[in-house]
């Protein structure tokens, strides 16, 4: 049965199917509640938005393989994975685990970006350079391997050299033949050693790091484990359950939402009225500014409002953006605002420079950037939004406000 035929039966299962689902999912949790013990423990990674950010783990990894870094590693960690990785590979390169392990790599110069290079290893001691280009959620693009081959054979002629090309699943390159494909399991399985055989030698706040490091590529990164093999068999089990709790899944952009409108309403009593508010928009007004003659709009181009001047948040994968916008109305009025805004910009901070016929944005402020969507949880970010809009409130909107209700 096709996956659209499997959605229109679906389509006809009663309420009463779907709740027998649920309950049996909450009942029938053995395998559920292992997932969750593995799941459960404090993660620093975690905690801090790591799981598949490619910055992080290359520098995390930077980290571990430079002996100067002060976790008392000095080469070990850089040497014995570059022995896993030849000799996995022994046949293709044209070094040794012999030749490795005699290495003393205590003079290798770890470098991040250079030449945009994720990570370079050069020990000119030894004359050898390992390159890394680490891939998690993304994929080669514009010959960049080539490119970088190209680079560092320039750069380091009579250099024995290693390219990497590290991926979730070692994945092959699809450009280039002489970078070897190494997979986060194997990072996992270097990382292990080094537990086993440094425990003993290295600092707990280190030996800690490293422990967290492995759980967190274990968990997220790697898909053949046991909470892989747990994840596909609760969702076999469970399947029609666990698809109605995702179409069900909370929105983002939806909590932003609501927690915007309900900021806005708290300032009720102070002159702030809330206008029209959609998933991506959220308008409000000053009560202050209906009686200034011209503040009316015959478009309806504020949804349901008739202002002419409305704030308006956007809420978009971009970000959360503040906006003072000159809507449709009259021309008089509209040029009055423009020229007052134009002669404040102190505090008017949008770089229009022309009055346009139906919108102008005069005041803008960033609340929640693309990146702090990325990498917050959901507290954080509301948090976020109440601090910014309480600068806001008690710094620019007042002046708005007054210089505005002056027209």
């Known amino acids: 049965m096709d996956k659209t035929m499997e959605k229109f039966i679906d389509s006809f299962k009663e309420p009463k199917a779907e709740l ?23 993660n620093i990674f975690e905690a801090i938005g790591s799981i598949r950010r490619e910055l992080r783990h290359s520098d995390f990894l930077k980290f571990v393989f430079d002996p100067t870094e002060n976790h008392g590693l000095g080469g070990y960690a850089l040497k014995e994975f570059l022995k896993y990785i030849v000799k ?32 370079l290893a050069v020990s000119n001691a030894n004359k050898l350079i390992v390159c890394i280009e680490n891939k998690i959620d993304t994929t080669e693009h514009s010959n960049q391997l ?117 900021i806005i309403t708290r300032q009720s009593n102070e002159g702030i009225q809330l206008s029209h508010a959609s998933k991506s928009s959220i308008q409000f007004s000053c009560k202050e500014w209906d009686g200034i003659e011209g503040n009316s709009s015959e478009y309806g181009a504020w949804a349901k409002s008739n202002k002419t001047l409305m704030f308006e948040f956007v809420n978009t994968v971009e970000g959360v953006v503040l906006k003072l916008t000159i809507g449709p109305g009259d021309k008089s009025f509209r040029q009055n605002v423009f020229n007052v805004a134009s002669n404040n910009s102190e505090i008017f901070t949008s770089k229009s420079k022309s009055l346009y016929d139906k919108w102008t944005m005069i005041y803008k402020k960033s609340f929640i950037t693309k990146k702090n969507l990325e990498l917050w949880d959901l507290e954080t970010i509301t948090n976020t939004l109440e601090q910014k809009w309480l600068e806001f409130y008690t710094q620019d909107y007042t002046k708005l406000r007054d210089i505005i209700s002056k027209l």
């Open 88 to 119: 996995k590979n022994k046949s293709f390169l044209h070094i040794s685990v012999i030749d490795v392990d005699t290495y003393d790599l205590v003079d290798t110069e770890l470098r991040r970006e250079w030449k945009s290079i994720d990570i």
């Open 146 to 262: 080539t490119k970088y081959e190209d680079i560092v054979k320039n750069e380091y002629q009579g250099f024995t050299k290693i390219f990497i090309y590290l991926t979730p699943e070692g994945d092959s390159t699809r450009e280039n033949n002489d970078w070897i494909s190494v997979s986060y399991s194997d990072i996992y399985t270097v990382v292990s050693k080094i537990i086993d055989s440094k425990s003993t030698n290295i600092g707990s706040d280190v030996l800690i790091l490293l422990k967290h490091y492995n759980e967190m590529v274990n968990r997220h990164i790697m898909s053949d484990n046991q909470i892989s093999d747990l994840c596909k068999k609760i969702y076999q089990n469970h399947r029609q359950a666990l698809d109605l709790i995702f179409e069900h899944k909370p929105d983002v952009f939806i909590e932003i939402k609501d927690y915007l409108m309900n």
């Open 20 to 42: 027998e689902a649920l309950e049996d999912f909450v009942a029938e949790n053995d395998e559920l509640e292992l997932l969750e013990n593995n799941l459960s423990g404090f």
